[in-house]
Every structure is written in C-alpha cells, then in structure tokens.
C-alpha cells in the first residue's frame, strides 16, 4: 500500500529521521541513545555501518515515521470494509460437552472482520499488550474456524493460551 519503500541504508534512515526532528541533532541522538556526533557521522557517510542495537533502533524509528497518513488510511480501511489477515500458531484448548477434539497447538490464517479489526485496531491504539488482543483475536476464530458461524460444536468454548507466534497484516 506504500507509494515507496522505506529507506534501507543507515545514511538515509538518519537524513530521513533527522526531517522528523526538524534538523536537530542532538533530538534524534537522544531519540536513538547515541552521540550527537555519532549522527552527524552517519549523515556525512562517514559511517556506514551500524551496530546492532542502532541497526535495530534505526530501523524501528524509520517504519514507525515511514507514511503516516497512509497507515492511518489502511487502518481506517481494514477497520470498515477490509479486514485484516491473522497468522498465528498457538494452543487452542476446548471446552464443549461430547467435543472428542483435544486441545493442542494449530497454525491458523485467515481473515477477519472489519468489526473485529475495529476493535483490535482500537485496542492497539489505546496501548494494549498482545495477550490484551488475544481474547478479541480468539473469539472471531472460534466462530468461523471451529463453529463454522454456529453451524457445528454449539456451545463450544475455545482457549487461547500458549501463543508462538501472531501476526496481523493488511
């Protein structure tokens, strides 16, 4: 959905991040936690090569600054008409009379709802934690995935618990 990719080399991530802070310095050196001299370096090329945890700093300040209103679009999208993609793996347990399925880890993708990416998109906003998300994630899960909307398993209660791995992509 991006018009262009974001900047990949060390050089290009401090000039763009140094257009945030309006020119200064000394702000995205304390933003990134090195010297003001270290930035200005590294806006010269004179280094080009960054440790690991500047590497890992750069990279987190540039996506989070990369195209605003562009992610604020696609999220007001996936929240109305669009929905959002889940992939995760994780440890459903059950808890339904005559269920003769076990609990046990499963790798699941698919689609969910606008209305239950609203309320994600609006939880993540408001700063919740991933295990914040996990009930709103469990619950459009469990009724397309295990009830097929209603259609088997009544009353069928799924644990959400033991989560490797989630990721939401528009």
Request: with cysteine; aromatic share 8%; proline share 4%.
């Amino acid at each position: 959905m991006f018009t262009r990719l974001a900047p990949k080399s060390a050089k290009a991530q401090m000039k763009f991040l140094l257009t945030r802070v309006k020119g200064s310095t000394k702000a995205l050196a304390e933003r990134l936690g090195v010297s003001r001299r270290t930035v200005e370096r590294y806006r010269a090329g004179t280094l080009t090569a960054p440790q690991k945890r500047l590497q890992a700093a750069l990279v987190e300040e540039t996506e989070s600054e990369w195209k605003p209103q562009v992610r604020a679009q696609i999220r007001q999208q996936a929240g109305t008409s669009s929905g959002i993609m889940v992939d995760m793996t994780a440890y459903f347990g059950f808890t339904c009379t005559g269920s003769p399925d076990d609990g046990r880890e499963r790798q699941i993708t698919m689609d969910i709802s606008p209305y239950y990416a609203k309320q994600i998109l609006e939880l993540q906003e408001a700063g919740a934690t991933e295990e914040d998300l996990h009930p709103i994630v469990a619950e459009p899960i469990t009724e397309s995935y295990f009830t097929d909307w209603g259609t088997r398993a009544a009353g069928l209660r799924v644990d959400f618990t033991r989560v490797s791995k989630i990721e939401f992509r528009f």
